[in-house]
């Protein structure tokens, strides 16, 4: 089931991944262990032909007459996610938000580590937040000299975003976790993840506002 | 500028207004009031053929030879996304994320009034959180039928989190910005924006494991 390396594939296929396996996880809790294609397609709101062509990106899954095997799939969807790996997190930024996705990425039962945490306000650094000590963000880049980091959550106001992302990016973290409500910019070898808070509000409002235009 | 009624405005045009508005907003912030179409366009990543046509959904705003007015445009952009009322906000599931959440909320600037919280543990009931104590979620629907709610979060686990959503619709509750990691559904007027942020880590751990996928 080797992945055909000579496509790219598309970034709506991907983020549909994680999609498919909350509706397995679920179907696993419910011990449903096999689903046919039609109502894995009902259940997700997907076409059968939609997941078939998703899945096939991956050397495909189902089989003709069975269906999908719903362990096999989750383990498999996972494993393309790069969860059965571990990783190491740091954080910059110990707010409110910071502090509660330091919680969630640490008690997610996906294997996210978090490693240390960064903070420029002196009432926060030599804190101890679920036993990670709070730094001074003046010593990241000699942290990230002597540690190899997987992911790096950016959870600092807008102005001092672009700035710890270029150190993590000079510092060799492989993904970026942004969370400051403004576009930055990865080079080298940085992925970088967005989730802008304030735009989804905002988009709904706007549909409170025009509900003539929301599809449910 | 009205917005011509007739036709219904894509989601995909929806998404990037907060966009726009967040680099006129950092257009201002550097006191700069005029911007050409070439130069926003390169701000933003858009052609400018694109940000022209998105903004003809509601009128138009560029002038020929002039460009961009930003303030006019940053406020014009604010009321399309209903940014110049404030909204009633209550939120379920006071754990970190939902603290987090209401304090965001709370201080986003744009004006969001935390009015009540509601959790199902006993320890966190009566709690006050800002201001704002917590109560007992089983008096969510007495809540709710004496008061205008605009903006439900919800921040409960995903098992509660359709539930909740269930009784937000039926008292009337505009619109749910929901972050159980879970797709659940609203009926009657209310409208649903999702945040899945375990989906959103799960695309990044991909990227990092597939970077030939990645398009920075």
Same mark, same amino acid.
């Given at each position: 089931m080797n992945?055909?390396?000579?496509?790219?594939?598309? #970034? *709506?296929?991907?983020?549909?991944?994680?999609?498919?396996?909350?509706?397995?996880?679920?179907?696993? #809790?419910?011990?449903?262990?096999?689903?046919?294609?039609?109502?894995?397609?009902?259940?997700?709101?997907?076409? *059968?032909?939609?997941?078939?062509?998703?899945? #096939? #990106?991956?050397?495909?899954?189902?089989?003709q007459g069975y269906g999908y095997n719903v362990k096999e799939l989750y383990n498999e969807i996972g494993k393309i996610l790069g969860l059965d790996s571990a990783y190491i997190v740091i954080l910059v930024g110990v707010g409110n938000l910071g502090q509660a996705l330091a919680n969630y990425a640490h008690f997610y039962k996906t294997g996210f580590i978090v490693n240390a945490m960064f903070d420029i306000n002196p009432k926060l650094i030599g804190l101890r937040i679920n036993g990670v000590e709070v730094m001074d963000v003046e010593y990241l880049e000699e942290y990230l000299s002597q540690n190899d980091i997987d992911i790096g959550i950016i959870c600092t106001n807008k102005e001092s975003a672009q700035d710890i992302a270029t150190r993590m990016c000079k510092g060799g973290v492989k993904g970026i976790w942004n969370f400051a409500p403004i576009d930055i910019s990865v080079f080298g070898n940085t992925i970088l993840e967005s989730v802008h808070l304030s735009d989804s509000i905002h988009t709904l409002t706007y549909y409170i506002n025009h509900p003539e235009d929301y599809n449910a």
């Open positions: 992945k055909k390396q000579s496509i790219k594939i598309s #970034n *709506a296929v991907i983020r549909r991944l994680p999609k498919y396996r909350r509706y397995l996880e679920d179907l696993l #809790n419910k011990k449903i262990y096999r689903i046919s294609s039609k109502d894995l397609s009902e259940l997700i709101g997907f076409t *059968a032909s939609q997941i078939r062509q998703d899945l #096939n #990106n991956f050397g495909g899954f189902g089989q």
